[in-house]
């Protein structure tokens, strides 16, 4: 298994290749080949006996380009490497190789070179900033115009053709995903939603009181723009004051640049008694958080994924987020609100709308609450991935495995 990112304490791609692993252990003798700067973390973990690692030096050079966000550049150095290393190990050992991250589609890398089967996947990415949304994206859109610029180069790179048309299989979270891969690469995809969570370990509380005051939202993500945190905050204001309520209380888990623009909001609106902001907590506080909320609101305008949502269902919480990307996939109408990306000015309205009519309906809530966990088990629970993978191995295997 190669794994650019692969750490058992976070989550986003990190957390995947971990939860993968977990899932390879269970029936084969794996060997993991990873950055040496996860090993402290991996450490800490007990995969078993029948894992070995190998580690890649992070080099200055690799730490220069992660912090230049140049991480298909680092990425293909990684795996130059590791197709090195594999080389020089006994190539024939392998039955198999996976390479599980990173998971934008435009990574690629040269691992067909070694004449050993292997696996893309999960894949994603690629999903386009919506318009009309100049408060939140207004000095983004250049850096869209360079960043889906080099996309398309990258696509015309004949390695990066040969990359995804030499793959036994190529896993991707939607069927999206076709648009951007070569044609003649389609028929050998095979769909696993790329996030995924443990319903034992984000579980909702047991005999939950159903709450007709003091209403919890809470938002769990990075305080960055396209999360989409200033739209929640105007649309939280709007509905505390039509409502005249002060029991409406919102939660905020998480950092970024824009953390010191929402504690001027709670300032400048007096809202210090009703809006909380903590920092990235440990992941058992953190399902503490989704257990004693009552709403969960992402309003995400750019999210191929999505594992907080999913995070959030698992709780048995309702969701109110964006009919756009992973979310438009993940969350049904059974489970929660999706609210159109249209513009600004619509998006804080219809979420206003959405926080008020779950806030005046606990009945709803908890009806959306059960589905969703519902959904979880059914189609986003490492258990469901799990017998995914087995059904692939035994595409790829055959009657070896």
Not at 184 to 190: D, I, L, Q, R
Request: hydrophobic share 40%; glycine share 6%; proline share 5%.
């Amino acid at each position: 298994m190669i794994a650019y990112d692969l750490n058992p304490e976070l989550g986003s791609e990190c957390g995947i290749a971990h939860t993968y692993l977990r899932i390879y252990s269970k029936y084969f003798n794996t060997v993991v080949i990873t950055f040496d700067i996860h090993k402290p973390y991996i450490d800490n973990f007990d995969y078993g006996e029948n894992v070995k690692f190998q580690y890649i030096k992070f080099s200055f050079l690799d730490k220069i380009l992660w912090k230049l966000k140049l991480d298909v550049i680092s990425n293909w150095l990684f795996c130059n490497r590791t197709r090195k290393k594999i080389a020089a190990n006994n190539p024939g050992q392998y039955r198999f190789l996976h390479i599980v991250t990173p998971e934008g589609y435009f990574a690629f890398n040269n691992i067909y070179k070694l004449g050993i089967k292997y696996i893309i996947g999960p894949i994603n990415g690629g999903l386009k900033t919506p318009g009309n949304f100049g408060p939140i994206f207004c000095k983004d859109f250049l850096y869209d115009f360079f960043r889906n610029l080099v996309y398309k180069i990258i696509s015309l790179i004949p390695g990066w053709r040969k990359y995804y048309l030499k793959a036994e299989r190529i896993i991707i979270a939607d069927e999206r995903l076709l648009n951007v891969l070569p044609v003649e690469s389609h028929k050998n995809t095979y769909q696993i939603f790329d996030v995924f969570v443990d319903p034992e370990e984000f579980k909702p509380i047991v005999n939950k009181k159903l709450k007709h005051d003091d209403v919890t939202l809470l938002y769990c993500g990075r305080l960055v723009p396209k999360k989409g945190i200033q739209l929640l905050l105007d649309a939280y204001k709007d509905c505390m004051i039509h409502l005249k309520t002060t029991n409406l209380n919102l939660n905020i888990v998480g950092r970024g640049p824009l953390l010191e623009s929402v504690l001027n909001f709670i300032e400048k609106n007096h809202f210090k008694q009703n809006i909380k902001v903590f920092s990235n907590l440990p992941k058992a506080e953190l399902v503490g958080k989704y257990q004693t909320a009552d709403i969960y609101c992402l309003p995400t305008l750019r999210e191929p994924g999505g594992l907080a949502i999913l995070e959030a269902m698992s709780c048995s919480l309702p969701v109110i987020t964006s009919d756009y990307g992973g979310p438009a996939f993940s969350v049904t109408p059974d489970c929660g609100i999706k609210i159109q990306v249209n513009n600004y000015h619509q998006y804080v309205s219809d979420l206003a709308k959405a926080i008020t009519k779950l806030y005046q309906n606990p009945g709803i809530r908890q009806a959306m609450g059960v589905n969703a966990r519902e959904r979880i088990i059914k189609e986003f629970s490492v258990e469901t991935v799990e017998m995914k993978m087995i059904t692939l191995w035994g595409i790829l295997l055959g009657n070896q495995y």
